[in-house]
């Protein structure tokens, strides 16, 4: 297994597998993401048109099984401002860690700590300060639950972050089980990038 940024035609190559590879995690628990091949495409121009953004692949030989993205939290600002008005907090020294996604047989190998640590080496070179993403939250008895889900809150400490009091933003997908988009709140977590987690 290989860890590579990717970049321009890089980027390129592997967008189409990137995007299928999104569709494919994110349908489990908990975001139970309907996803769809044209919008994930799109969405993922916007790392290829930010020169902050990171894109971090996992190979296993020439086959994509895994990847992480981060861009400055700024990029975002239309989706998240709601969710820190009123905080003080300057968004310009955030670095929004935006997803990662594992094929399940790969994970518990380490690969989660590279993607961190690859995201927030790159934050540092940029000169941000502080390194957050969200996590989807839903009800504890909610139907579609798995009952083996460990949820990575002790994972996430672990590497010092924690979650900002308040901070929740709203984004809206379909869920599989749906037949129409809704808002889903997703949990802001943070770390201050010049302390040791």
Request: aromatic content about 14%; hydrophobic content about 40%.
């Amino acid at each position: 297994m290989r860890l590579e940024i990717l970049a321009g035609a890089a980027l390129d190559r592997v967008l189409p597998a990137l995007a299928g590879l999104r569709i494919e995690v994110f349908r489990d628990w908990p975001y139970l993401y309907d996803g769809d091949l044209e919008y994930e495409t799109a969405y993922l121009q916007s790392y290829r048109n930010s020169k902050e953004a990171i894109v971090v692949g996992a190979f296993d030989g020439g086959t994509l099984i895994g990847a992480s993205t981060g861009t400055p939290l700024t990029d975002h600002a239309e989706d998240f401002a709601a969710a820190f008005e009123g905080r003080d907090i300057d968004l310009n020294c955030v670095f929004y860690c935006a997803e990662s996604v594992l094929l399940p047989a790969y994970r518990g190998l380490g690969l989660g700590h590279e993607f961190f640590d690859a995201r927030e080496s790159h934050a540092q070179a940029w000169g941000y300060s502080k390194s957050a993403f969200c996590s989807v939250r839903r009800p504890v008895d909610h139907p579609m639950r798995a009952k083996d889900y460990n949820p990575l809150d002790p994972f996430w400490r672990k590497r010092g972050y924690l979650p900002m009091e308040g901070v929740v933003a709203q984004f809206c997908w379909k869920d599989l089980d749906s037949s129409t988009a809704t808002d889903k709140p997703l949990q802001f977590w943070v770390r201050d990038l010049t302390a040791t987690p």
